[in-house]
């Protein structure tokens, strides 16, 4: 596609349901990053996946988090017993081969809302 | 870790009116990006720069990288309604073929009518 598309756009669950995000990458783009944005707030790195590499997982913020990415297309976030904390904008960026340092282009983001 | 430091954290200017925002950090950085975003939306590439000192302007944005490439710029000239959003600094981390953001939390400007 043209741009990165996510979704859903919006979500809305009960407290300790699991979700899932997902993310269509730009076709081609080897480099994907899924950030987390709080209301008011910058972006909160949670993973990367470049290419076949092991991904950086340093972001994830419990075990409750994880991500999966197909080769380089689609991922999928994935958030299990879902809290009232993990309500934010959930952002996924991609890039292409060796061009992250030129800039990343980045989605709509995924509104999560936890009741 | 690595941080970035952007100042102010909000401003509020009337449309006309010139403003500079700053992007901090006591590390070194193989580039630097500027981001705008907009209610409801992801953040939108505005700017790469690469070499310290280097100076890129878009329009009434001027946009500097450090000479030691720790820190960065962006003056806006005769500020626009349309220039209201959530200005981003991010610093890029090159090695082995990765490139890894590091972001700033923010510059949250509006220009008043």
């Known amino acids: 596609g043209a741009g990165v598309s996510q979704s859903p756009s919006n979500k809305v669950t009960e407290k300790g349901k699991d979700v899932e995000l997902r993310c269509d990458p730009i076709?081609?783009?080897?480099?994907l990053y899924w950030y987390r944005q709080r209301l008011g707030q910058g972006l909160e790195f949670l993973i990367y996946?470049?290419?076949?590499?092991?991904?950086?997982k340093s972001g994830l913020p419990s075990d409750r988090f994880s991500a999966e990415r197909t080769g380089e297309s689609v991922s999928t976030l994935t958030i299990q017993r879902t809290q009232q904390e993990d309500s934010a904008v959930y952002l996924c960026?991609?890039?292409?081969?060796?061009?992250?340092?030129?800039?990343?282009?980045f989605g709509s983001g995924t509104r999560l809302t936890v009741v | 870790t690595q941080l970035l430091e952007q100042s102010p954290q909000f401003l509020s200017i009337q449309e006309g009116e010139n403003l500079t925002v700053y992007c901090n950090s006591s590390?070194?950085?193989?580039?630097l990006q500027w981001y705008r975003q907009e209610p409801g939306e992801g953040p939108v590439l505005l700017v790469t720069?690469?070499?310290?000192?280097e100076v890129k302007k878009l329009k009434r944005l001027t946009f500097q990288f450090g000479d030691a490439r720790k820190d960065s710029s962006l003056h806006i000239t005769a500020a626009q309604p349309g220039d209201t959003g959530l200005y981003l600094c991010?610093?890029?981390?090159?090695?082995?073929?990765?490139?890894?953001?590091?972001f700033g939390k923010g510059t949250k400007l509006s220009v008043i009518p």
């Open positions: 960026a991609s890039s292409k081969a060796g061009q992250g340092n030129y800039g990343y282009t």
């Open positions: 076709s081609g783009h080897t480099a």
């Open positions: 996946f470049q290419g076949n590499s092991a991904p950086d």
């Open positions: 590390s070194v950085f193989s580039s």
């Open positions: 720069v690469v070499t310290g000192g």
């Open positions: 991010a610093g890029v981390n090159s090695g082995a073929g990765s490139y890894q953001l590091t």
